[in-house]
């Protein structure tokens, strides 16, 4: 999976917690959730659900933590499917 | 310092019978029951397969959840209530602060409920057990904590006085209309949105079938088996819904222009401490007609005042024994007793919900100028008609226009509320 297709399925996961209508359209790798998005950060425990459900992955802890931005996330999400 | 006056502007409703103020009316004006087979419960061995179950449709929901809101959610109480304390707020014609205002520090809730979110709880308990805790999202506390209620909705209002969650089995409704006109009238809050909410479905229901006191003989005939002082009562229909009240100092009502429903007199909670024949199931009689006498008196009327009771009557074979007791605490039998309705006829036994959505009848009955009809009263208790001629108990609609009405509930724990509903004038 390229990293872009990776992008546009992080996106739709987010989509339903952003509060930020604007800034999901602009969305970047530098994206912050909590920031920019104003992702509840009690919605962030979700939003790592819903990836282990769409890419089929466990996300410890330790990774979830790192999950703030789109960068992290994607670099989560690929090392998990590398591991695969 | 003399109590501020206290009067109703807004009103909410999901009932079995009719889930907005328009449908529910039309239903208590028709006589409409609320009460249908539930297959699920006859898939579940359950020995009463009906109820009362409020119709609401998933695509309903999007009008009164956002889509953080609506993922996962699966607590009915919470949607009954929302969408009941939403509607009222809005039939109240009251404002929603923005974002980046303060909460409207004068203006509160007040909901109760017996249990909140039991599907919720169901799936969580599952992953728990399987070792899945981390599984379980964000929205399992707060859709499973009680106060979640009172949570949601002082949210999506704004308020900044007291949110809270009341919990006294079936009174819980007449208690949380009670405890919002205490904070009013004594000056603490100007505006409480006050009403009680109920889970529906077999988790909720299914302690009271294993009890022995629903009706297991009506599952072919549902509209027939909620009957309210009748010879054959023979078990109360379980139900669910929300009913919601907007409780105003009459100060902020007239300020504002208000439509004022009606104005709450006063009214009394109690307990009868399990003694005297009270129990953790039944109530001590002596509490009871001790609990209207008080009402009465905080009140300031005479109990000859009464026009119309609404009356906690379940359907089980204590109503003869609550006719008795308002016969005793009125002091009024026979001709003179007042005419007497009881809502679960139509909707069966909202539980915690039954006495807000009953008391939203109340008012309406007041406001509009009428009494409702009770349904399958035809075979009334012979020990209820030794006490009270036929004629008080209606069997359809009658345009009588109520000036005051009682409303009284009784619950598990022996515990005891009557308010006293008033038509308002200056």
Known sequence: ?84 | MDKRRVVITGLGVVAPNGIDKTEFTQALQQGTSGIQFIPELADLNFSCQIAGKPNISKDYLNHYFNKVQLRGLAATGLEYGVIAGKDAWQDAGLSIPEEEEDPRWDTGVIFGTGILGVDKFREAIYKVDEGNVRRLGSNTVIQTMASGISAFLGGMLGCGNIVTTNSSACSTGTEAVLMAYDRIASGQAEIILAGSTSDSGPYVWGGFDAMRILPHKYNDNPITASRPMSASASGFVPGAGAGALVIESLESALNRKANIYAEIAGGAVNSGGHRNGGSMTAPNSKAVQQCIRSAIAQAKIHPKDIDAINGHLTATTKDPVEIENWSIALERNGKDFPYINSLKSLTGHCLAASGSIESVASVLQIKEGYIFGNINTEDLHPEITTMIPKQKIPETTLAIAPKIVAKASFGFGDVNACVIFKKYSE
Do not use: C, G, W
């Open chain 1, 1 to 84: 999976m390229t990293q872009e297709q990776l992008l546009q399925k992080l996106k739709v996961i987010i989509t339903p917690y952003v509060q930020n209508e604007t800034a999901l359209q602009n969305l970047s790798e530098d994206t912050d959730f909590i920031k920019d998005l104003e992702i509840n950060s009690a919605n962030l425990v979700d939003v790592v659900l819903d990836v282990e459900d769409e890419f089929d992955v466990v996300i410890e802890n330790e990774d979830m933590e790192k999950m703030l931005t789109v960068k992290a996330s994607l670099d989560v999400i690929q090392s998990k499917l590398n591991e695969k």
